[in-house]
């Protein structure tokens, strides 16, 4: 009984660490800087702070760094802000290559910048 228990315990362990590593990997594809392909937009920057936690700022800094919430996938909420939007776009390899920003009556998209 005691090594199925131990067992079963170090399975969930593993299964735990490897779905945080799989996280962490997704959420670093997100960061980086998105050029706005409208003069109705605007540049965004979208950064992973200490906790590992997406944050997305118009690269002027015009509004505070605001924190990402996953919707489902690759869609996020901005929280606190009473419903904007992120949406990434991959290509057909997976690389993230743009977003979409949607909050109110304004919607963009801004291409990733590549180093």
Excluded: H
Aim: glycine share 6%; proline share 2%.
């Amino acid at each position: 009984m005691k090594n199925s228990i131990r067992t079963l315990f170090i399975a969930f362990i593993l299964f735990s660490v490897s779905t945080l590593l799989a996280q962490d990997k997704a959420a670093k594809d997100y960061v980086g800087q998105y050029i706005s392909s409208t003069d109705r937009g605007f540049d965004i920057t979208v950064s992973l702070n200490k906790e590992n936690v997406l944050m997305a700022q118009p690269s002027d800094k015009s509004q505070p760094l605001t924190e990402m919430v996953e919707v489902a996938g690759d869609k996020y909420e901005l929280k606190n802000t009473r419903g904007l939007r992120i949406s990434f776009t991959r290509n057909k390899e997976g690389v993230v290559i743009s977003l979409t920003f949607e909050g109110g009556n304004r919607k963009f998209e801004a291409t990733k910048k590549t180093e």
